[in-house]
């Protein structure tokens, strides 16, 4: 007997934007970072959740190339093979590869849920911060207290609470999160050559966020308010992993 269901939520975007100093943009390759959704998913498996994966259109998603290097796994090859299994595991048993557009969730249909996850990749820069269906289904969870776990950034998705029909505001104005920090994307800009437009962390301040970035939330610690647990990069996963289903059963 399944424990509940988790809903998972993942951009459609395969691209972000590297602002060159000649002026010119070019469009990196992006997608989900393949660690930082498939630890905690495989966690909340294992807990005995359903899970069900949305979009904002339902297009399959792509998985950040960058993720897919042993660097990430810091050569434990056996690790990055797990995790891709899972995800190849995922394909056949569930909907990962046509996930459920975000229209199509109705509000009745949110009460089934026991909490939302959303991993990182620079994809959610691109389309889930002004999405107002997802501004929708995350307030479900924030009005009703639901375990609501993000990463790197993901917690961009969070803004979206702004844009949906009828909202008060940013939902999530004086909570404790931890998002990729400015300084780490600093260090992506220098690897690309160019300014990434979308910081996270200065994005989620300037509506009010009480961002935590100390150096220990860097080495993999997490940031608990409220029904949100977050955490800043790959380091975090199973961190965070083990705390959203400790959460999820507490509801």
Same mark, same amino acid.
């Given at each position: 007997?399944?424990? %509940?269901?988790?809903? /998972?939520?993942? @951009?459609?975007?395969?691209?972000?934007?590297?602002?060159?100093?000649?002026?010119? $943009? &070019? +469009?990196?390759?992006?997608?989900?970072?393949?660690?930082?959704?498939?630890?905690?998913?495989? +966690?909340?498996?294992?807990?005995?959740?359903?899970?069900?994966? =949305?979009?904002? &259109?339902?297009? @399959? #998603?792509?998985?950040?190339?960058?993720?897919? @290097?042993?660097?990430?796994?810091? %050569?434990?090859?056996?690790?990055?093979?797990?995790?891709?299994?899972?995800?190849?595991?995922?394909? /056949?048993?569930?909907? /990962?590869?046509?996930?459920?557009?975000?229209?199509?969730?109705?509000?009745?249909?949110?009460?089934?849920?026991?909490?939302?996850? !959303? #991993?990182?990749?620079?994809?959610? !820069?691109?389309?889930?911060?002004?999405?107002?269906?997802?501004?929708?289904?995350?307030?479900?969870?924030?009005?009703?207290?639901?375990?609501?776990?993000?990463?790197?950034?993901?917690?961009?998705?969070?803004?979206?609470?702004?844009?949906?029909?009828?909202?008060? %505001?940013?939902?999530?104005?004086?909570?404790?999160?931890?998002?990729? @920090?400015?300084?780490?994307?600093?260090?992506?800009?220098?690897?690309?050559?160019?300014?990434?437009?979308?910081?996270?962390?200065?994005?989620?301040?300037?509506?009010? =966020?009480?961002?935590?970035?100390?150096?220990?939330?860097?080495? %993999?610690? /997490?940031?608990?308010?409220?029904?949100?647990?977050?955490?800043?990069?790959?380091?975090?996963?199973? =961190?965070?992993?083990?705390?959203? $289903?400790?959460?999820?059963?507490?509801?």
């Amino acid at each position: 007997m399944s424990a %509940g269901k988790v809903l /998972i939520i993942l @951009s459609d975007a395969d691209k972000f934007p590297v602002h060159k100093p000649d002026g010119s $943009v &070019t +469009q990196e390759d992006t997608g989900v970072f393949l660690t930082e959704l498939a630890k905690p998913l495989g +966690q909340i498996l294992d807990a005995g959740y359903e899970v069900v994966f =949305a979009s904002p &259109t339902g297009k @399959s #998603p792509s998985v950040d190339p960058l993720s897919e @290097s042993l660097l990430v796994y810091f %050569g434990n090859w056996w690790s990055k093979r797990k995790d891709q299994e899972l995800l190849k595991r995922m394909e /056949i048993e569930n909907n /990962i590869r046509s996930p459920r557009p975000f229209g199509s969730i109705t509000d009745e249909e949110l009460k089934s849920f026991a909490g939302v996850f !959303i #991993p990182g990749g620079h994809a959610p !820069i691109s389309d889930l911060g002004n999405n107002p269906d997802l501004g929708r289904i995350l307030l479900h969870f924030h009005n009703e207290h639901k375990a609501t776990a993000v990463i790197c950034h993901g917690p961009y998705a969070l803004l979206s609470t702004k844009y949906a029909p009828n909202s008060p %505001g940013f939902a999530y104005k004086g909570y404790k999160l931890t998002s990729w @920090s400015d300084a780490e994307e600093q260090l992506v800009e220098k690897m690309k050559g160019g300014e990434v437009p979308v910081k996270v962390e200065s994005a989620l301040a300037a509506e009010g =966020a009480e961002m935590v970035t100390t150096t220990s939330k860097k080495l %993999g610690d /997490i940031t608990v308010d409220r029904e949100v647990v977050s955490g800043a990069n790959p380091m975090a996963v199973n =961190a965070l992993g083990s705390k959203f $289903v400790e959460m999820l059963k507490a509801h």
